[in-house]
């Protein structure tokens, strides 16, 4: 799979664990290592039994984009990129704790001017914002 196929990467289903695993070059057991999951968790959702939760999604994905993007990631910054107004960006845990970067995998954050309590909310809206799919596809960017 080449670097940028977000269709591959987020299906209206959810993560797809197995491009992940695949673009990454890491066994099942790999990536449920560094995940801190179960072999057979990670089997159960590339084999369609059922989705990944929350935690294994955002895992993967974090390990996505800090491979695809090597040290750059800390220099993305999603309140300059979205132009976020002042008095919504104060309020923000990306921006008062200088993670512009991890704005999609913080909890709490106002990027729809409400608090998303978690990555089921989030999802929809994050996997469409231009800060997501520069992290995951910085060729593009």
């Known amino acids: 799979?080449?670097?940028?196929?977000?269709?591959?990467?987020?299906?209206?289903?959810?993560?797809?664990l197995k491009?992940?695993?695949r673009e990454l070059h890491l066994s099942q057991a790999h990536l449920a290592q560094l995940l801190g999951?179960?072999?057979?968790?990670?089997?159960?959702?590339?084999?369609?039994?059922?989705?990944?939760g929350a935690s294994l999604e955002r895992g993967a994905?974090?390990?996505l984009m800090a491979s695809r993007n090597?040290?750059?990631?800390?220099?993305?910054?999603?309140?300059?990129?979205?132009?976020?107004p002042p008095e919504r960006r104060e309020?923000?845990?990306?921006?008062?704790?200088?993670q512009g970067h991890l704005c999609w995998f913080l909890n709490g954050t106002l990027c729809s001017n409400e608090k998303l309590p978690d990555w089921e909310s989030k999802?929809?809206?994050?996997?469409?914002?231009?800060v997501f799919e520069m992290l995951?596809?910085?060729?593009?960017?």
């Not at 999802?123 to 231009?130: A, E, G, Q």
């Not at 995951?136 to 960017?141: G, H, K, Q, R």
């Open 70 to 84: 090597n040290q750059e990631i800390p220099n993305q910054r999603c309140w300059e990129i979205t132009q976020c």
């Open 123 to 130: 999802r929809p809206l994050c996997t469409k914002c231009r």
């Open 61 to 63: 994905l974090l390990l």
């Open 136 to 141: 995951l596809n910085p060729s593009e960017a």
């Open 19 to 21: 491009a992940i695993r």
């Open 37 to 52: 999951f179960s072999v057979r968790a990670i089997q159960s959702c590339e084999q369609g039994w059922r989705r990944p």
């Open 1 to 16: 799979m080449a670097d940028g196929d977000i269709g591959e990467i987020i299906t209206e289903d959810g993560v797809s």
């Open 91 to 98: 309020q923000c845990i990306s921006y008062r704790t200088g």
